[in-house]
């Protein structure tokens, strides 16, 4: 009997919140896709039944629009998008060059929207069913950290672009949420 259950892709599935949202999806009998740009980091994911494939949320359109169709034709369809891969730059503002800035945003911010409207021509065309998108965000959204201030301006950017979704997208049955986590313990 084929497993018709639902399909989740998580982008940043090499260690952290990536690597355990993959775990907790595969022991709730949902069908992973886990990414990484190193996919040699995902075995363990692999092992427990996750499809693992490379991902630099950073790359062209082009490539993520590949990267999206590859995706769908291996269980024909994707039903959540978890965008959590991400990094921080710390550093006062006036620390961090202009290249710095622009890798901070380039992976937390526009590689959320260029991956995400990837998926979105083949969200809208199903018609049937629903589909989520997550966007995992951070408390520094609102707190405006120091020494964080380009990851807490970035991450405030896709709070705002999550709210935005969700009212675009709702007459196509795609959801959008942005989850803020605070403090958390690092588990090896």
Sequence with gaps: MANDSDVVLITG???????ELAEAALCSGLRVIATARRPETMTSL???????????VTASTEVLRQ??????????????????AG?????????????????????????????????????????????????????????????????????????AISDTWARELASFDIRCVSIQPGSFRVVD
């Excluded at 800035?101 to 998926?119: D, H, P, S, W, Y």
């Design 67 to 84: 990267f999206a169709s590859d995706t769908i034709a291996i269980f024909g369809r994707v039903d959540y998008l978890i965008n959590n």
């Design 87 to 159: 990094f921080l730059q710390g550093g006062a503002v006036e620390e961090n060059s202009h290249e710095e800035n622009l890798a901070q945003l380039n992976t937390n911010f526009f590689g959320v929207i260029n991956l995400t409207n990837a998926f979105l021509p083949d969200w809208r065309a199903r018609k049937s069913g629903s589909t989520t998108i997550v966007n995992i965000s951070s408390q520094g959204s609102m707190i405006c950290v120091p020494g964080a201030g380009i990851y807490c301006a970035g991450k405030a950017a896709l709070d």
């Design 46 to 56: 692999s092992e427990k039944g996750a499809k693992t494939m490379r991902l630099d």
């Design 13 to 19: 599935c090499s260690t952290g919140f990536g690597k």
